[in-house]
């Protein structure tokens, strides 16, 4: 597989929605600086049984602290300001969270909201590598999301049991191998995952 972020592109800018919601559901399609990025859905169990482990222990944190919304392989858009129909930005992360509040304010407020992938940029992003993704496109795609307004991000390998931890308001990339907590004290108070919880 080649990145099409990166190769030959005729998606330029960005494209209707009606058109993005026909790709199809047996393939990732995301929308990156005006690139559309096809990529495969199946993944090596691996990456399956830790995304798992990640999403049960962010799931039992925030309910029972009441601190948002956390979802798999939800997609979330940003369309143009004036044309709510035309996507600019399309992600489709293997873990996203919500602060509390803000989801449901959104369903409150839009009155499609069920025919359309969410119209709201999330608070924390987690990707979890596969064998078919590229650093370059796992990397354009980070920038994007802070661009557009997520506040942090961890990119978990699974193969290599390393983790990052990227900010938005800062350049420092935090790294760890085999151990260490993933934290997020700005989004997630009192969230402290020991990496070694999640190998396996």
């Known amino acids: 597989m080649i990145s099409?972020?990166?190769?030959d592109n005729p998606i330029q800018n960005g494209m209707a929605l009606a058109d993005y919601l026909r790709l199809g559901d047996n393939e990732?399609?995301?929308?990156?600086n005006g690139k559309l990025l096809t990529q495969p859905k199946a993944t090596p169990f691996i990456h399956s049984a830790v995304l798992q482990k990640l999403?049960?222990?962010l799931y039992n944190h925030t309910t029972k602290n009441n601190l948002g919304d956390v979802y798999q392989h939800a997609n979330f858009i940003a369309t143009?300001?004036?044309?709510?129909?035309?996507?600019?930005?399309g992600r489709e992360p293997d873990l996203l969270f919500y602060a509390t509040g803000r989801l449901a304010n959104y369903i409150a407020?839009?009155?499609?909201?069920?025919?359309?992938?969410?119209?709201?940029?999330?608070?924390?992003?987690?990707?979890?590598?596969?064998?078919t993704d590229f650093y370059v496109d796992i990397?354009?795609?980070?920038m994007?999301?802070?661009?557009y307004g997520v506040r942090q991000a961890w990119l978990i390998n699974p193969f290599h049991r390393t983790a990052q931890i990227h900010t938005a308001d800062s350049t420092t990339i935090h790294r760890f191998h085999l151990t260490g907590h993933l934290t997020a004290p700005n989004v997630?108070?009192?969230f402290a995952l020991e990496l070694s919880q999640i190998w396996i």
């Open 80 to 89: 143009k300001p004036d044309d709510r129909h035309w996507v600019t930005m």
């Open 144 to 147: 994007s999301d802070f661009q």
């Open 4 to 7: 099409t972020l990166f190769g």
């Open 28 to 32: 990732r399609h995301e929308i990156i």
């Open 109 to 131: 407020t839009t009155p499609d909201n069920g025919s359309r992938p969410i119209e709201l940029i999330p608070d924390l992003i987690i990707e979890v590598l596969s064998t």
């Open 55 to 57: 999403f049960i222990a």
């Open 139 to 142: 990397e354009a795609k980070l």
């Open 188 to 190: 997630l108070p009192n």
